[in-house]
């Protein structure tokens, strides 16, 4: 007989229907002599068989109801959510109200269920056809583009497999040399080459090209030199005297790893995998080291030395106290490839990416065709938004909530013409009060 479930009709068969159709469908079967005679003798093949199907197909009969059911009350349940995003909170109170209305109403007749049921299905299979195809095209897309990148690579493998082994033979094989070397002074040296460059255009204000993109307009321009003087110490103390040490436990680790000297270079593939492993486990200990350090009392002591420059340049970037340089800056960066056990390359290239985005991050200036630095100054001029380095931990804890309402937040995005964005995209102007 009919029931209700949650508000829907549903026909749901008995056994004794199935068994009737069973008892049919059995007096079609050919009655030969043996079917005969094991009917009259009652050793019962066909009756065990008859009994069979019958409990089979009334299990078969119970489940599809049961699945008919729940694929009509699935079928409600976007409109169950749509009603209650009405209210400011969709309490299971409200919900069980909106189903009784549904319920008391009356309107829907089983007809009507089944046509919406199936224009659900229809729905779900378009929506499934199109993101399927988006997945393959962008699969698609991806591989070609690795695969080119790829051949690119292996076309000039042999040129940077032979260079590496010119330099790993030029230092004899000494393992702490190359890794001093790599882990060192190449990072060392882009970090500083880039600054540099930087830094005329602070003390002078030339040359315009990079000046004219500065994004706290009136502010470091030009930079104070005393101010800058003590930025270039401290960063140059906290490099020799905390990320130089550090080096030596990285060194022993990576050492029982065997894989970090190795004479062959990783392939570029294994190389894509584990820069973005390294900037995953980059942006979960920055983000909640950072959100530590601006705790009250770890922020009087600590922090609040990085955030003396509320309108920071690129060498601010490594300008901390000691212990945040060693817990913020320095073990983000260092973890990654001590877990993953990274050729030294590998290293050499993350730790001289990670020094220029930093760098960048905290410049002053959105230079075209580079990334964004609005974020991380935008945290530097409010200081409670903005923690982590790619914001999808900002996202996710609500620590971006005042950056997005702002202009900042529509600049925050790749320049891709020489037109600065603060020109195109302007801050609003001041009431006057």
């Given at each position: ?26 007096r ?20 065990w ?6 409990n ?10 049961t699945?008919?059911?729940g694929?009509?009350?699935?079928c ?10 009405r ?12 189903i ?15 046509k ?33 990148l ?8 042999h040129?940077w497999?032979?260079?590496w ?13 190359i ?23 602070d ?5 315009t ?5 500065r ?20 960063a ?6 905390i ?39 980059e ?23 990085h ?16 212990l ?5 800056n ?17 290293i050499?290239a993350?730790f ?28 530097h001029?409010k ?43 302007p ?7």
């Open positions: 007989m009919p029931q209700h479930v949650g508000g829907f009709v549903v026909k749901m068969p008995c056994r004794a229907q199935a068994s009737q159709r069973i008892e049919a469908a059995f079609l079967l050919p009655t030969c002599p043996r079917h005969r005679l094991a009917a009259e003798n009652g050793t019962n093949t066909c009756n068989l008859r009994t069979l199907c019958s089979s197909i009334g299990v078969i009969y119970r489940f599809s109801a699945m008919k059911t694929l009509l009350v699935f409600q349940i976007p409109r169950v959510f749509l009603l209650s995003g209210c400011k909170r969709s309490t299971p109170k409200r919900l069980a109200s909106i009784k209305m549904k319920k008391d109403s009356g309107c829907s007749t089983m007809a009507e269920q089944q919406q049921g199936e224009k659900l299905w229809d729905t779900m299979k378009i929506t499934a056809y199109v993101l399927g195809t988006g997945l393959l095209i962008f699969t698609a897309l991806m591989n070609s583009v690795s695969w080119y790829g051949n690119i690579w292996d076309t000039s493998g040129f497999q032979t260079t082994l010119k330099f790993y033979y030029l230092f004899d094989g000494k393992e702490w040399t890794f001093l070397f790599g882990a060192a002074l190449v990072p060392s040296l882009a970090f500083w080459g880039f600054n540099g460059i930087l830094m005329v255009a003390v002078t204000g030339k040359p090209f990079i000046t004219r993109y994004i706290q307009l009136g502010k470091n321009d030009p930079v104070d030199s005393k101010r800058l003087r003590q930025a270039i110490y401290t140059l103390c906290n490099q020799f005297f990320s130089l040490p550090m080096l030596v436990p990285m060194f022993y680790i990576m050492k029982r790893w065997g894989n970090t000297f190795s004479k062959e270079l990783p392939t570029f593939h294994w190389f894509l995998v584990e820069l973005s492993i390294f900037t995953l486990i942006e979960i200990l920055f983000y909640y080291t950072h959100r530590l350090v601006h705790l009250p009392l770890l922020y009087k002591h600590i922090h609040k030395k955030h003396e420059w509320t309108a920071p340049i690129g060498v601010v970037s490594i300008y901390a106290h000691p945040e340089h060693l817990l913020s320095t073990l983000p960066v260092m973890t990654g490839p001590m877990i993953m056990g990274s050729h030294i390359v590998s050499t993350w001289s990416l990670a020094f220029i985005t930093t760098s960048i991050s905290h410049c002053g200036y959105h230079l075209p065709f580079l990334p964004s630095p609005e974020f991380h100054d935008f945290h001029l200081f409670n938004q903005c923690y982590g380095v790619l914001g999808l931990l900002d996202y996710l804890h609500g620590t971006d909530t005042v950056f997005r309402q702002t202009k900042a937040y529509e600049r925050h995005r790749v320049l891709l013409s020489l037109t600065p964005l603060s020109e195109s995209i801050e609003a102007p001041k009431k006057a009060e």
